[in-house]
């Protein structure tokens, strides 16, 4: 085993309006490291004050060399922890995510232990992430998602199953109140065909919105791979099932890849970690795996 990796700073991000009681975690977490590392100089609290100020939070204090930058939040909270890290350029920074707020998808499927004892034990491992770049333009702006980034039906539903809903059958429920809203999109895929599709989701975990099983690959988070699931346009009671299907027993095995390119038709929004996004029409979408991208913990 390596040695414990110690931090000279440690940020701790959190938002102060959360329903998931992010402010009194993000003390407790604060408290516990201080008591189980002892003259680490630096542990800050910092609350976001608007959408998008993790970003440049977690942007500055990655600035900061050995530094460990925890995410007290959601799935869209620790997206833009992730993205201010990257767009920082730091080689040594390390991340991690404590749950607070609706989805927490990413902690829950790919948490070792518990945070605070992570931290104090310091064995930091590397995770790869998905990038999304929109339009061919060189100067395009890349994206980053640490979980997955679903176009059409699938995190549609996804992100409606996260509006406090528990249970498989309250999750079939939300599946079917979010197929009456859905409509098709068309695709021009990187192969020439034009396709028209359900859902498309590129998955860097298993699993989203607690009950929707996207694949039973066995991937790891530094494989270099993701996984393709993609839904093509059929009867709405097929796609029903398999939207079902997805929320109880699973979708079962899906391709794995190292990229994936297609051209929009139409505008199209999607979802990246949960956060609402749009492509231009006639626009070039490409996902890449960015292998071992990202310093974790947790």
Known sequence: M??????????????????????RLAA?????????????????????QHAGHAVDLAREAAGTPNALVVSVSGDGGYNEVVNGVMAAGSSDTVCAVMAA????????TSSTTRLDRAIIEGQVRRMDLLRITVGDDPEAQAIYAHSYI????TPVVAIDMEKGNKGAL????????????FEPFRIDDSDGVRREIDSLVFANIPQMAKYA??????ERPDDGMFEVILFPHTAKWRVLLKAVRAATTGLGD???????????????????????RSAPAGTTVRVESVPSALHVLG
């Open 254 to 276: 899906q391709p794995s890849v190292r990229s994936y390119e297609f051209t929009t038709i139409d505008p199209l929004p999607y979802q990246l970690d949960g956060e609402v």
């Open 213 to 218: 099983t996207l694949s039973e690959a066995q």
């Open 170 to 181: 309250k999750e079939m429920v939300s599946v079917v109140r979010t197929f009456s809203r």
């Open 150 to 153: 679903g176009f059409g039906l």
């Open 28 to 48: 407790t977490l604060r408290d516990q490291l201080e008591e189980g590392l002892p003259g680490t100089p630096d542990i800050r609290l910092l609350p976001t």
């Open 2 to 23: 390596d040695a414990p990796r110690r931090f000279d700073t440690i940020s701790v991000i959190f938002n102060p309006n959360s329903t998931g009681e992010a402010p």
């Open 101 to 108: 707020g609706n989805a927490n998808d990413h902690q829950r």
